[in-house]
């Protein structure tokens, strides 16, 4: 009997472990690799960081220039169990490694213009100063975007190798998982 009582405290309390670990990683705080080569050269591929949750649970605190963890599945709708599912406790098990999870900058919110015009990026009809970028955009096209309500625009440092919302389109803001400290 003994056994079992000492057992049960030892399950209690790995199970409140868990509890206030998975508590932290979804509403706190949660790390990160980056995948890819498309935010250098401010980070690098396989590079570790720690992500702040709270721009998930408080959206409005985002702010220009950010840089942000988002869920580029753009089309389809984002629950609980996505923040759950994405801690690291359950993350081990994924075979796909959460390969549509990922880190950008914070170009435009909502209301704002973003336009891409002479190989940059202007932001409400100001040339924005991006000294974080790689190299020159090779974009020859000039296009226009304008930010709906509910939405942010991202892009990552690297222009010329980022799937970011040129191409995946306007990120909900239910999507933004976090920011970088």
């Known amino acids: 009997m003994k056994l079992v009582k000492s057992l049960l405290g030892w399950l209690g309390t790995f199970g409140a472990a868990i509890a206030v670990t998975l508590f932290i990683g979804i509403f706190i705080a949660q790390p990160y690799t980056v995948e890819g080569h498309s935010m250098e050269p401010t980070l690098h591929d396989q590079q570790k960081l720690?992500?702040?949750?709270?721009?998930?649970?408080?959206?409005?605190?985002?702010?220009?220039?950010?840089?942000?963890?988002?869920?580029s599945r753009v089309e389809e709708k984002r629950s609980f169990i996505n923040d759950l599912w994405e801690q690291p406790l359950f993350r081990m098990f994924d075979e796909q490694k959460n390969k549509s999870i990922y880190v950008k900058r914070v170009i435009g919110k909502a209301g704002d213009v973003i336009e891409v015009k002479n190989h940059?990026?202007?932001?409400?009809?100001?040339?924005?100063?991006?000294?974080?970028?790689?190299?020159?955009?090779?974009?020859?096209?000039?296009?226009?975007?304008?930010v709906p309500e509910g939405y942010i625009f991202v892009m990552g440092d690297n222009r010329n190798n980022s799937n970011d919302s040129r191409s995946i389109g306007f990120i909900p803001l239910d999507h933004v998982i976090g920011t970088t400290f």
């Open 120 to 146: 940059a990026v202007y932001l409400n009809g100001n040339l924005l100063n991006e000294p974080y970028i790689k190299e020159t955009m090779d974009e020859t096209e000039d296009r226009r975007w304008v």
């Open 50 to 71: 720690y992500v702040s949750k709270i721009p998930n649970t408080f959206p409005e605190t985002l702010k220009h220039g950010d840089i942000v963890i988002i869920d």
